[in-house]
Every structure is written in structure tokens, then in C-alpha cells.
């Protein structure tokens, strides 16, 4: 006889029925007489009672044999218990072992180095809390195009593959049959921008890459960015979104993912501070506090991370930083009309020490000023030329940023290192599993 076969989350609408349950096993626990086994099928866990003298011989001789994350099919009566996790329980009547793991599974209870779980990713997923993070990061990419789609921004995919450099750091290239070398695409800004003349507003939700060697709890060199384009914005329409944009994010994980984070142990009061306006800092006044703190930082150069966490710890809510110098930034960037030293652009750094979890700038939109931005940074005017042209057909006031999605999940759910909010990451001396 076979029983409906049911999720976990779902075992609520089964109560007082037989069900079977497939899962992996998470806790084991006998009496003698009475035994307990925990099982997770990844929408909850379930504890399901074998009582010895209630089931056939083989059901029990099967559970005698159960290990750790072997997975099985149990059948049983749902039964609510208001101690359960869950609030189920499943009265046993039989039980199925389809994957018997060895007794050896690589992650027990007790502490393991990071670099242990990190070589066991393929099974350090299945612990409460790294499965926690990937809900988390569901709920913002869910949100993000949620947030982007109720605007009537369109979303636009961007190559990987690319024959041209979009932001200085290192590069990933390749041989690409008679054309010479590839790269992995390090934004999808350029395309964006295209993109935007074409249909307004736009957002791109991809992979990147960064040939970086740091090796830093922010730094991954495969990470996933969302870049909107918008046509007709200037910097402060720019900023003015972002905003919007990082607050709808992190009400969404508080109102939708409160048990994740709750599972994480964050304390969310700490995003309480999304809900005031977001600090606008010229860069020039970051310099002087910085100075102020002992510093020996000068006015042109780009802030470090331990800058950053300096100057958002002052305000300890997430502070925009504007206007850096020309020579700190990226080549695209439009000079600012009042201290053409600097550039419409800035970084938004995240509370709590986090630092920069977005970069944007409004778009150098005259085509001799590009073009000497280019020739002053020594890049290949010819792969460029497309880009050039944008300035040519049509050129247009525009604006766009590019927010890192590991840095932000890892800042709301309050996770130290980026490497834990990507299911496998990338990272220096990281290619496996
Ligand atoms: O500041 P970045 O380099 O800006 C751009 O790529 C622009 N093209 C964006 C745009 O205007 N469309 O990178 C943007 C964000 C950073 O603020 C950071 O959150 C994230 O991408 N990021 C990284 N995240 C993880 N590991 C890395 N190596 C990262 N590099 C950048
Ligand atoms: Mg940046």
C-alpha cells in the first residue's frame, strides 16, 4: 500500500493521516523501546517515534541500523505535538533506508575549521544555519527583482564573455578562437547603458569576476551583482533610488524571513537605522575626519576598508560617500561640473564596519570628454568604440550602480565573511568543490 507521499512544511494539512516523509537524518535517539529519529527534507524537520513492540521487526531492525544523513522513507501518522519542532510528529509504522552513509560523515557536532567545513561545502550546506543564509539570499534576489519589476525596469542579461575591460582590478581571460583574448565580464555596466537607450530603465542580475588577490572577508572573485542603468537620472535621482532600493531589501528579509535570521541569532534592531535618511558625505570631508582620527590618508586616494568602517561608525547608519577625485575612480564616471577634480559618483558604505556594498555614478555622457578619459587611462580605444557611440546617437544624462550581493546578504544577516552567503564559493587559492 503506498501513502501520500508529503513535505515536511506541509504536514500540517496531513494531520491525522498516514504520509510518508523522505529526508535525511539529522538525530538519532533510542530507548530500547522507544526510538527518535530527527529528519530533514530541507522545507523543516521532523521527529518521527518507532515504538519496538508497535512496528514490524524489519522497521525496527532498520531503524537499528540508521546513521547520520543517511536518507529514508518513513511512513507514519501525522500527530500534532505542541513540542515537536514543527508542532508534527510521525507515529512510525514503516521505514525505508534508500542511502545508507557510511559511519564516517565528514561534519559531526563539534567545532570545525573553516577551512575543514569550506572543503566539505557540498556538505556543510546541509547544517540549519547555512541553510538559513541561502533562504536569506532568496528572499533579496526575490526582492530585487520584485523591487525593479513593480518600477517597470526591464531586466536585461549581459554577456560574460567580454572583449573589453569594464572596471580596473584584475582579469579572468581566456582564448577566444581568431579573436584574440575574452574576459569575464567584471560588470555588465557598459552593455546596461546600451541597454538603457534602448528601453529606459533597465537592471542587470549576474555573475562577475575579479581576478583580485586579496584575500578578505568582502572579496570573492566570482560574485553575483544587480547594476540598473536609468536613463535621464542624474546622480542625486541615482542616489535617491539606491536607497529606496536597500531599505525595500531589508524590510523585505525582516517581514519574510524573520526565522532565518532569528536561526542566525542577528539582532535586527540594528537595521533599524535603514529606516532614517541615509547620510550624504563629500569625500573631501571624509578625508578631513579621517585625518581628524589620526589618518595619514591624502585627499586622491580611494578608501581602504578599515577607512570605510572609520567613517560609517561615526554615523552608524549607511552613509554615502560622494564626489571622490577623478583619479580614484573608474574612467566612465561624469566629471563633476563643480570641482572637475572629482566625479558624480559614490560609494554607499553599510553600517557596522561593512563599508562599500555599492558603487555608482552618474555616466560621462560628452563624447570628447570619454574620449579623453580613455586615452588618459591607456585602454584600448577600438573595443571601446561601441561604447564611444552611445555619446555619438543620441547621447543622454544617465546614471546606474552596481550593488554587490554577497556584501549585502552578509551585512543583514549579519554574517562576518562573504564566503558563507554564496552556496560555493570563489575565492583566492578556492576552486573545489
Ligand atoms: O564598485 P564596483 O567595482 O562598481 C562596478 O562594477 C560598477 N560597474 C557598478 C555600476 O555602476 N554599474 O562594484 C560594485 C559592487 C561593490 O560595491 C561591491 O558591493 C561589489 O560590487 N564587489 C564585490 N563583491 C564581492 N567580491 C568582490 N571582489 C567585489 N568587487 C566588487
Ligand atoms: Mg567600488
Redesign the pocket.
Known amino acids: 500500500m503506498t501513502f501520500p507521499s508529503v513535505r515536511i512544511s506541509e504536514l500540517g494539512r496531513h494531520a491525522g493521516a498516514v504520509v510518508t516523509v523522505r529526508g535525511w537524518v539529522t538525530h538519532l535517539r533510542s530507548s530500547g523501546k522507544v526510538a527518535f529519529v530527527v529528519l530533514r527534507d530541507g522545507s523543516g524537520t521532523l521527529q518521527g517515534v518507532v515504538v519496538k513492540n508497535a512496528v514490524p521487526a524489519e522497521a525496527w531492525e532498520a531503524f537499528g541500523r540508521l546513521t547520520l544523513e543517511s536518507s529514508l522513507a518513513v511512513t507514519g501518522e501525522v500527530r500534532a505535538d505542541a513540542r515537536a519542532p514543527g508542532g508534527y510528529e510521525l507515529g512510525i509504522q514503516a521505514l525505508e533506508i534508500v542511502g545508507l552513509a557510511p559511519l564516517d560523515y565528514p561534519i559531526q557536532p563539534k567545532e570545525h575549521g573553516v577551512d575543514f567545513l569550506l572543503d566539505h561545502r557540498h556538505f556543510w550546506l546541509r547544517s540549519p544555519r547555512q541553510a538559513a543564509i541561502l533562504r536569506i539570499r532568496h528572499e533579496v534576489e526575490q526582492s530585487v527583482h520584485d523591487f525593479f519589476y513593480e518600477r517597470g525596469f526591464v531586466r536585461c542579461d549581459t554577456p560574460i564573455l567580454t572583449g573589453a575591460q569594464?572596471?580596473s582590478?584584475g582579469l579572468f581571460e581566456t582564448e577566444y578562437f581568431e579573436e584574440g583574448k575574452a574576459y569575464l565580464a567584471?560588470?555588465?555596466?557598459l552593455y546596461?547603458e546600451a541597454l538603457a537607450a534602448a528601453l529606459g530603465r533597465i537592471y542587470t542580475f549576474g555573475p562577475?569576476f575579479?581576478a583580485?588577490k586579496?584575500k578578505t572577508r568582502?572579496?570573492?572573485?566570482e560574485?553575483w551583482?544587480i547594476?540598473p542603468?536609468m536613463a535621464w537620472y542624474d546622480q542625486d535621482d541615482n542616489m535617491n533610488l539606491q536607497e529606496e532600493f536597500v531599505r525595500f531589501l531589508v524590510e523585505r528579509v525582516r517581514e519574510r524571513r524573520a526565522a532565518e535570521l532569528q536561526v542566525l541569532e542577528r539582532d535586527v534592531s540594528k537595521l533599524d537605522c535603514v529606516r532614517e535618511p541615509f547620510v550624504r558625505l563629500d569625500y573631501s570631508d571624509a578625508i578631513a575626519l579621517l585625518q581628524s582620527k589620526g589618518s595619514d590618508i591624502k585627499w586622491g586616494e580611494d578608501l581602504g576598508a578599515p577607512d570605510e568602517a572609520v567613517v560609517v561608525g561615526e554615523y552608524e547608519r549607511p552613509v554615502f560617500v560622494v564626489n571622490y577625485p577623478k583619479e580614484a575612480k573608474?574612467f566612465y564616471m561624469k566629471e563633476n561640473p563643480a570641482d572637475p577634480r572629482t566625479v558624480r559618483c559614490a560609494?554607499?558604505l553599510a553600517p557596522e564596519g561593512r563599508g562599500?556594498?555599492?558603487?555608482?555614478?552618474q555616466r560621462e555622457d560628452d563624447y570628447d570628454k570619454l574620449l579623453g578619459r580613455i586615452r588618459h587611462e591607456g585602454l584600448p580605444e577600438e573595443t571601446y568604440s561601441w561604447y564611444l557611440d552611445l555619446r555619438k546617437y543620441g547621447t543622454f544624462v544617465h546614471s546606474?550602480?552596481?550593488?554587490?550581493l554577497?556584501?549585502?546578504v552578509a551585512w543583514i544577516a549579519g554574517v562576518e565573511h562573504?564566503r558563507e552567503v554564496i552556496p560555493f564559493p570563489r575565492m583566492m587559492g578556492r576552486l573545489r568543490p
Not at 567584471?186 to 555596466?189: E, L, N, V
Not at 568582502?218 to 572573485?221: D, Q, Y
Not at 546606474?400 to 554587490?404: I, Y
Open positions: 569594464g572596471e582590478g567584471q560588470t555588465g555596466q546596461g562577475t575579479r583580485e586579496s568582502r572579496h570573492l572573485t560574485f551583482m547594476e542603468e573608474a560609494d554607499l562599500e556594498i555599492i558603487g555608482g555614478s546606474g550602480f552596481g550593488l554587490g554577497e556584501r549585502t562573504i
